[in-house]
């Protein structure tokens, strides 16, 4: 039995049947084809899936597509415009913060809830809120620098 | 005056990756695609009596479900021992033995269930020490059949796969002449590469038989060219595309998946077949890396000058060692680290056992010697009570030092990566006690690596001029992060003194890009980039000459500067690349010559074979690559946590194309190192991987990223483009030992094997207190 489910996604409003055992991470991927939404582990454990539902990071492989009826959901297709780039995006270029890129949509993501929550984050609060997010590549330091300095450039409102 | 290379230069596909526009082999769907599962073997070491697949064949929405017997050719790439699907044996837990495509992953994995094999248990081997006994139980009876690379010495009749020998000088003279001779072992666990990727790969055949390939890859040639080894067709017949690569770092080097999807998409009927792998399958399925146990004996002088040392390292290659048997032969030829020693004997034993198959990791066997080699190095310059960093730059490699193979090298900058790395270390200061639980030390530990590949095998690149002057750089050398893409598209701006935003990179289409051999061994930069320079350099030679025409005055008047061809002596006579791109249009409206394309190709000059019986060669490696660090750990003396607090490192990348990325690669080398060092290790008992999760193995994670200052030092090699070296493996080859250095300056204790877990600092603390 599927089940009717509407949300914000990305701004935009959708109505879509669901299958009850569905996790919002395929949903995304293979209903949506917001393919931007990484999976590193299926499991919690790595971070690579985070999206915003309601402002919130959370791991889409964990969480039920059917959860998230009512609610607004933000992925990393979301973030920009496609003209400009949020200054997240933009800082982590700048500071060289990517390199296989796998990590990074989860890893901007997670550092976008922050800043939500937190405009002036201290190197602890970014350390603490991307906790849950791995990267295999950068050894993380340029990540770190990253975001404070998107904080620096007013990216935290 | 250079004006590209060198250049801190953003990434050319960071914009793609931080909008998540790149597209990974998972991203990919395909109009009518099948989903594949495998069936695994739950025995390490058994005989395939019989498999039924009546049963899934027949569940609704199956499409396809084949055995060993579909895919029964061997292959390997120094070795050929293994095969896609298992035929008559399997040799490890979770080989695959059956294979399903259906219509969805869920009847897939329903399909696989319903696959009964019966099987007959065999003995098995889990340990290189119990593989080598001459009673053990035979992994490969056949193995003294099996084709191999000339570089590679199997012994048949054992689970010896390789053996790698050394024997420079005389050691039996070299240890008479010394004052003290220590012995010590070492041993590294498995781990795995654990990129966040997992792997991936989609095939389909088309009506007239041409197989296309979609496999996240390092090396899209050496892949083609396996599988059409495995399928027996000829290689214009089969595509191999590497989309975007989400981490490789070694465990996409091989083949794996690819040999289990072609199979199933040739009986699809034209539909594309997918497999992706989860975790818990790139845990036990694709490569690890190789355990090894190292012996060392040390014989030096009062002086602190080693005079001998007689090496054994026996490495767990597992169940398929393709690939695993060059990794013993970088061990053997690279077997003291970068000192100069004048007599060596050393053995690197490469030997098959029932784990999971081994392969290349980032450092190809380095970091594993040298875990070995650095604290010894440390407990010998303890033992004889000489400062560690002092003993190590009396004993380095310099100009006109020989190595382990006899090779004599000049413009070395071991030392100065020594000297870099103290300075910024403090070696000098130590606060050894911060309260009365919390000690603190620093370490210090060398490196170095020569990419480990057969001696000619090539690179290419073309480089085609587009009408308005901007330019396609086609090649096969895949970015899996390290920043190839960006540092290769600097090198052809700096010779065709164009903007980088002028040119585009194109990799990894083996229809359509040029031969590369590998993306592995830290050889692009080097191999590539020399390909690219020369294919550069002929697009830029052709221009000249249709320049020299056009204006009637001689090429060597003739330079490309700001992306135009102008007179040195009549600055106004000059041409813009755009209006010579297609060829030169004469006076009278003829035009001559056509599209401007240039071609370039390479094989690093004058690498030559090894003796079988010495290993002594001038040149058995490209070139070699330097580097040094040092880490200040905390270590918590009532619960044995190790805390690295910074990490200094100092690397000799010849010419550094683009520094920031050359930093960036060594500061996720050393997080990695890092990883190995205090957490990760492939917990395996007989033959099960008991943690294939992040949740049981663990990496590290933002928290763990201790303070790191990087160097980079610039002694020009020779041959390199501009002089550059390979880099991205060696940054975390120094990692472990200099933390192990460092735990033990702390609380004088040794750990000997990885990871130093608490556990296993405070069991060392208890035993000194005895
Ligand atoms: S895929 Fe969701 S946490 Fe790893
Ligand atoms: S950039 Fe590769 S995992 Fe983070």
Redesign the pocket.
Known sequence: MKHKIRFTINGEVKEIEVQPNKTLLKMLREDLDLIGVKEGCGAGECGACTVLVNNKPVNSCLMLAVEVDGKEILTIEGLSDGINLDPLQESFLKHNA???????PG?VMSAKALLNRNSHPKEEDVKEALAGN?????GYKRIVDAVLDAVKKGGGK | MLKYVGQSALRVDGVRKVTGFSRYTDDLKLSGMLYARIKKSPYPHAKILKIDTSKAEKLPGVKVVITGKDVPIRVGLYLEDKTFLAIDKVRFIGEPVAAVAAESEEIAEEAVSLIEVDYKKLSAVFSPLEGIKPDAPLIHEDLGSYKHASIILPQSGTNISNHYKIRKGNTEEGFKEADFVFENEFYVPHIQHS??ENHCAIAQVDPEGKITVWAGCQSPYTVRRTLATAFNIQLNKIRVISPAI??GFGGKAGTTLEGIVIPLAQKANYRPVKLSFSREDVFTNTFIRQGMHARIKTGVTKSGRIVAEENKFYWDGGAYTEYGVNIARAGGYASTGPYDIPNVKADSICVYTNHPAGGPYRGFGMSEIHFAIEQNLDIVAHKIKMDPLEFRRKNALKDGGRTVTGQVLENVGFVECLDKTAKDIEWDKRVKKVSATKYRGKGIAGMYKAPSMPNNVGSSAIVKINEDGTVNLLVTAMDL?QGSDTALTQIAAEVLTIPISQISIITGDTDCTPYEWQTVASRTIYCCGNSIKRAAEDAKNQMLKLASLKFGIPENDLELKDGQIISKNYPDKKVKIADLAMGLTMPDGSGIHGPIIGRGAFIPPDVKDTDKETGQGDKPVAFWTFGVQAAEVEVDIETGEVKVLKVAAAYDAGKAINPELVCAQIEGGIVQGLGSALLEEMKIEEGKVLNPSFVDYKIPAIGDAPEMKISIVEVPEPTGPWGARGIAEPCMVPTAPAIANAVFDAIGCRINSLPITAEKVLKAIKEKKK
């Not at chain 1, 990517?98 to 990074?104: E, L, R, V």
């Not at chain 1, 791995?134 to 950068?138: A, G, I, Q, V």
């Open positions: 990517i390199q296989c890129g796998y990590c990074t890893m791995l990267c295999r590549c950068t | 990129a966040i989400g981490g992060g």
